[in-house]
């Protein structure tokens, strides 16, 4: 399995981003897909993930409302929009799976709850 994360920058607070979690390599039907980020000297946070098998999606209460998960099952890709960002989003963007056949829930949010995981994109927000 390969995870390849691309779209990250510099943007000013308020823009906006989209970044992309290119899979393949798949051997199982169904999987979740997570997203987490990573700021320096901070523990890796999950920020949203997203069910194949139900299509249910988890956000994190820090990013609610301005962060979107979506899915394009045809190019095994996910993305993750980012809007109205602010400069403590700045981090390092990881996209991570697993394969399950499950709806997501709090613990999509863990780390330990993959087994695949990208390089990571860094995001970069000045104020």
């Known amino acids: 399995v390969q995870l390849v994360e691309s779209g990250g920058g510099l943007v000013q607070a308020g823009e906006s981003l989209r970044l992309s979690c290119a899979a393949s390599?798949?051997?199982?039907?169904?999987?979740?897909i997570g997203w987490f980020r990573q700021a320096p000297g901070k523990e890796r946070e999950g920020v949203s993930c997203?069910?194949?098998?139900?299509?249910?999606?988890y956000y994190a209460d820090s990013v609610k409302a301005r962060f979107t998960i979506s899915s394009d099952d045809a190019t095994n890709t996910v993305y993750l929009h980012l809007d109205s960002l602010k400069p403590e989003d700045t981090a390092v963007y990881y996209c991570?799976?697993?394969?399950?056949?499950?709806?997501?829930?709090?613990?999509?949010?863990?780390?330990?709850?993959?087994?695949?995981w990208g390089q990571g994109t860094q995001v970069t927000v000045s104020s």
């Open positions: 390599g798949f051997t199982f039907d169904d999987y979740i």
């Open positions: 997203v069910s194949s098998s139900d299509g249910t999606t």
């Open positions: 991570a799976a697993v394969g399950v056949e499950a709806t997501t829930t709090r613990r999509c949010a863990l780390p330990s709850f993959y087994d695949y």
